[in-house]
């Protein structure tokens, strides 16, 4: 079992930064890609990010790309979100899962095992 513990999430307003983070206990944190999802009120749950075992290799969203930035510090097994320029759309619980194998690009749910409980990221416009 792999337990996510999210944190960083609050109230910015919009322009602002935050720094996500999610650590990871339990077995096999080290060679699965790790990635960052969001659900906002009445939307579906979609990918933000993503970052390969090692860290060398990131996937973005669109909608996030050029202001977020994914990364990992294996040694504290755990994994960061950069948040910058922060838009009121931005606006989410923010979630960090482990994927099955080591794809950072999957983007769909399905293909991440373990979950994190979740952090809200609240950006005033």
């Known amino acids: 079992q792999v337990q996510l513990v999210e944190s960083g999430g609050g109230l910015v307003r919009a322009g602002g930064s935050l720094r996500l983070a999610c650590a990871a206990s339990?077995?096999?944190?080290?060679?699965?890609?790790m990635g960052w999802f969001r659900q906002a009120p009445g939307k579906e749950r979609e990918y933000v990010a993503g970052?390969?075992?090692?860290?060398?290799?990131?996937y973005y969203a669109d909608s996030v790309k050029g202001r977020f930035t994914i990364s990992r510090d294996s040694a504290k097994n755990t994994v960061y979100l950069q948040m910058n320029s922060l838009k009121f759309e931005d606006t989410a619980v923010y979630y960090c899962?482990?994927?099955?194998?080591?794809?950072?690009?999957?983007?769909?749910?399905?293909?991440?095992?373990?979950w994190g409980q979740g952090t809200q990221v609240t950006v005033s416009s």
């Open positions: 899962a482990q994927h099955r194998i080591n794809d950072p690009s999957a983007t769909q749910a399905y293909n991440y095992a373990y």
């Open positions: 339990g077995r096999t944190f080290g060679y699965h890609a």
């Open positions: 970052v390969n075992w090692s860290g060398s290799s990131a």
